[in-house]
């Protein structure tokens, strides 16, 4: 299931083009805090607005995501597929 609920690729197109982007149904709040924040700044409308790859990746989601991949990996689990997830 796609984390947005827009009813056609239309209305989707037009809640992009005006920077309309809710992440406050139940599939969202059921992501972290960081992973909202991430997935809103890297929907800004404005380019120039937009963080660059490299910052982007220094976002707080990505290194605890890192840091869960790493306590994994120390206990023998290795990394699951789970852990990537945005949770």
Do not use: C, Y
């Given at each position: ?18 920077a ?36 982007a990746?220094?976002?707080?989601w ?13 206990h ?12």
């Amino acid at each position: 299931r796609l984390p947005f609920n827009w009813r056609s690729t239309l209305q989707m197109k037009e809640q992009f083009a005006a920077a309309r982007l809710r992440l406050d149904d139940r599939v969202w709040l059921a992501r972290s805090q960081h992973a909202r924040e991430l997935v809103s700044v890297l929907l800004t409308h404005d380019p120039a607005d937009r963080p660059s790859a490299g910052e982007a990746l220094r976002h707080e989601w990505f290194r605890g995501q890192a840091v869960a991949m790493i306590q994994a990996a120390i206990h023998g689990g290795g990394v699951r597929r789970r852990q990537m997830s945005l949770s």
